[in-house]
């Protein structure tokens, strides 16, 4: 019996290591992109799932491509778009649009797709229901999306357009099976039975490897040809430093991982490595990443606690120890101040900054009165909650942010909060993060792009979201909705500046978390097999390497070594920036041509109010009135309404182009 029990563990651990050499021996290695980014075992490539596996967006269109690093869209599935008012945006879907099993991609599988999340929580979905009324159908080939003014909010309708689709034909059947386990248990894992409508299809998956083949017939051949490589396999591995020597011995193609000293591995030791760029920081920075602290957990809500974590946090030390410098602090505003939106942290608040002070954090304690009582070492809440037994926690391998985590509990003992660290796998941390169940936890918010700083805001402090939607902290106030609901609509800058401001006081008192750093993109890539990756010097389509299908375009245009990684034409060809968006918006509802009455009198007056809006980053409208004298009597009659609607959107404009985000400033 023991030696069965023996051989079945060695079968255990022998043949995920058997499987993952069977596919990399079937597979030729010069057709093949590997990369890493994911981590633990497969979760599943069913799109709806909370996780799912590194690839599985890419297998199903969305309307839209999005890059928020150079904020422009490549239409996908869409051919057009078409405002039909300030509510209504039209797109047409391509009549070359189709499933693999052959079946046209339609209006119907839009609606079908979104509407689930009505009936469901579905993370990726649910959520735009508070800014859609309607997904309308008016033919098989064009769909209409649909608010109102109640819910009118451009930054998250725009959102909606890269949000993958799924095939209403396959899925309604497994839903009448299934119900609502089709968003939470079903995990689509047989490759086979996958209907999805993009150039790669899910081959073969082991416990650490899944691949990617290419669908050489896919519908958009004709319109964007084939991507390069014949198979793109992802490798998982145990954490950060299996990933890098992977990496460095050439096993890996492109990964997304943390990796200590990275400019050694071509400053030093020569190899054909690079990240984005070539000098410090060696990242593209992105969102905020905080310090969540749990309004569920007693002993955290107490604003004193709070503010006290707040000022034992040594940022430097994060920043240039663990970090290696990859990033500089974050504005403890929450708005990235080296983008373009930095125009609105309110300076006056700095004095509400956390600072990296443990006598601070002591005195913030003994002045609430929150003292060791029982003298254990451990301070207690004056009415006995003690502030002990608490953890921080962040998924096993990140090994950057587990170094953090194990700082900021040595230093938060220093001023008696006893936190231990404890990393979990990745779906454990996931779903107890999803379950509210995480003390203290550091965690990701919302970056660069045509909608900050509103949407860091909005993911931080919104109390109507949850995880992974947003609002990590479980924060409750309701104070903020008002504030977060009117800035997406508001046109004025002295009152979008008033809310944002509001905004910033209210997070610096109540601190939900705790900004650190912005968080490094992580992009490393090797030129030993493929080359024409995006880079500093070449400024190629990029957008995070775990944003499918946003990111698809890279896969056109790397190459072999030896061949040429030649730029597609069509991504010039059809990108164009979140600008044009709005200025279709307000030529749709601008006022029309005015009418003219004639009237024959002894005075004639004749008024013409021409409004012009030209936009590059900044909005231009200029009024000419002529008065002249005739014989006749003529009169201009405009309809007032629509001049001051044209007014408001050109307004709207402004606020967005400020918004807007070019290439991210090289940090220092």
């Not at 968003?183 to 899910?202: C, D, N």
């Not at 309809?639 to 402004?654: Q, S």
Request: charged content about 20%; overall charge neutral; proline content about 7%.
């Amino acid at each position: 019996m023991r030696k069965e029990a023996t051989l079945l563990l060695v079968a255990t651990f022998l043949l995920p290591l058997f499987l993952t050499t069977a596919v990399a021996q079937e597979i030729p290695r010069e057709e093949t992109v590997y990369v890493s980014s994911d981590w633990g075992p497969p979760k599943g490539f069913n799109p709806l799932l909370p996780s799912v596996d590194w690839g599985t967006q890419m297998m199903y269109p969305s309307l839209f491509m999005y890059s928020r690093f150079s904020d422009e869209w490549i239409p996908y599935a869409a051919e057009s778009y078409r405002w039909v008012d300030k509510y209504t945006l039209e797109v047409k879907i391509r009549p070359e649009a189709k499933w693999w099993d052959g079946r046209p991609v339609t209006a119907n599988d839009v609606k079908y797709t979104f509407e689930l999340g009505k009936k469901y929580t579905i993370g990726a979905l649910t959520p735009m229901w508070d800014y859609v009324e309607e997904v309308r159908v008016i033919d098989q080939k064009t769909v209409q999306l649909v608010t109102s003014e109640a819910k009118l909010n451009y930054f998250q309708f725009l959102g909606i357009l890269t949000t993958f689709i799924i095939p209403q034909h396959r899925w309604s059947a497994l839903e009448a099976q299934m119900g609502g386990k089709i968003a939470s248990e079903y995990m689509e894992q047989k490759p086979e039975e996958i209907v999805g409508a993009g150039p790669y299809k899910l081959l073969r998956f082991t416990e650490d490897t899944f691949c990617y083949v290419r669908v050489d017939d896919w519908w958009g051949r004709d319109l964007f040809g084939l991507p390069r490589p014949q198979y793109i396999c992802h490798r998982t591995f145990k954490d950060n430093p299996a990933a890098a020597l992977a990496f460095e011995t050439g096993e890996l193609d492109s990964m997304t991982h943390f990796t200590p000293k990275i400019w050694e591995l071509w400053e030093v030791k020569r190899l054909e490595r690079r990240t984005y760029y070539a000098k410090q920081p060696y990242y593209l920075g992105d969102s905020p990443i905080l310090l969540y602290m749990n309004y569920e957990k007693k002993a955290l809500a107490d604003p004193n606690v709070r503010k006290a974590i707040a000022h034992a946090i040594p940022f430097d030390e994060l920043i240039s120890k663990p970090y290696y410098n990859y990033s500089i602090r974050a504005s403890p505003s929450l708005i990235v101040h080296t983008s373009p939106a930095g125009k609105y942290i309110d300076k006056k608040l700095e004095g509400m900054y956390p600072v990296y002070d443990l006598s601070k954090a002591r005195k913030i304690l003994d002045d609430a009165n929150i003292r060791d009582r029982d003298g254990d070492g451990w301070r207690e809440l004056p009415d006995g909650t003690p502030l002990k037994g608490l953890t921080i926690q962040v998924p096993y391998g990140w090994t950057d942010w587990m170094a953090m985590c194990e700082i900021i509990a040595s230093n938060l003992k220093q001023i008696g909060i006893e936190v231990t660290t404890e990393f979990p796998d990745f779906s454990v941390w996931w779903q107890r993060s999803i379950d509210k169940q995480l003390d203290l936890n550091l965690g990701w918010s919302a970056g660069v792009g045509y909608a900050h700083p509103w949407n860091v805001f909005r993911f931080v402090m919104d109390p109507r979201l949850s995880m992974p939607a947003g609002n990590w902290a479980n924060y409750k106030n309701q104070e903020v909705i008002p504030l977060i609901d009117a800035i997406p609509k508001e046109t004025d800058p002295a009152k979008l500046q008033q809310y944002y401001s509001r905004l910033q006081e209210i997070f610096l008192r109540d601190l939900p978390g705790v900004p650190l750093f912005y968080g490094a993109v992580w992009y490393e890539y090797s030129t030993q097999y493929w080359v024409g990756w995006p880079a500093e010097e070449n400024q190629r389509w990029f957008d995070t390497m775990w944003s499918w299908p946003s990111n698809l375009p890279v896969w056109f245009y790397i190459a072999k070594k030896g061949q040429d990684p030649a730029y597609p034409a069509w991504i010039n060809r059809l990108k164009f920036s979140t600008t044009k968006f709005f200025d279709d918006l307000a030529k749709v509802i601008a006022p029309p041509p005015p009418t003219t009455e004639t009237v024959t009198g002894a005075t004639t007056v004749t008024v013409t109010v021409q409004r012009t809006l030209e936009q590059t980053r900044t909005v231009f409208a200029t009024q000419t009135l002529a008065v002249t004298q005739t014989m006749t009597r003529t009169e201009t009659v405009t309809d007032v309404t629509m001049v001051v609607v044209a007014a408001v959107v050109a307004l709207i404009i402004g606020a967005v182009a400020g918004l807007l985000v070019g290439r991210r400033r090289r940090a220092s």
